[in-house]
Every structure is written in C-alpha cells, then in structure tokens.
C-alpha cells in the first residue's frame, strides 16, 4: 500500500505542478485565436485595399485614354483650323495684291 500511496502523492503533486502550465497552454491558445482573428480580418481589408487600388488604376488609364483622345481630336481640330485660317489669309493677300495691281 505504501507504493500505492506514494504513486498517488506524486500522482497528485504532478497534477498540481502541471495545472498553471495547463492555464499558461490555454492562455496561448486564446492568445493564438485572437491573433489569428487579427490577421484574417486584416487580410480582407489588404484585399479590399487592393480591390480598391486596382479599381482607381483602371479608372485613371481609362480617363488618361480619353484625354489623349481629346488632344489627338483637338490638335487635328487645331491644325484643321489654321489650314483654313491660312487658306483665308492667302486669298485676303491675293484680294490686296490684285486691289493694289489695278490701283
């Protein structure tokens, strides 16, 4: 009996001895948990951020397509109009040179 009780006692002093490194375990878990929680929150809002930026970009080469686009058409709307204004000043200069040749 005395083996018996002895292997009880340390049955018990072990139990004793293991119980706040079974509550220092359960601390790390909880602690885990909430870091994992953490991080999976933290990655939806890396991925919404990225969602977001990838958006804007679109949107910005799209803007940039459509301003190249009106200064393309401007300058040609530019050039078109200094051809005419060119053609006017060329037969306005015609119109003196012939008023000057009959004066």
Request: avoid cysteine; proline fraction near 1%; charged fraction near 35%.
């Amino acid at each position: 009996m005395e083996n018996k009780e002895l292997i009880n006692m340390m049955r018990a002093l072990l139990e004793e001895e293991m119980e706040p490194m079974k509550q220092g375990i359960n601390q790390i878990e909880r602690k885990v948990d909430k870091n994992t929680i953490m991080l999976e929150d933290l990655n939806k809002k890396v991925e919404i951020i990225s969602e977001v930026q990838t958006a804007h970009k679109e949107q910005a080469e799209r803007d940039s397509k459509i301003i190249l686009e009106e200064q393309i058409n401007n300058g040609t709307l530019i050039g078109d109009s200094l051809k005419n204004v060119s053609a006017d000043v060329k037969e306005v200069k015609t119109d003196i040179l012939e008023l000057k040749g009959t004066v």
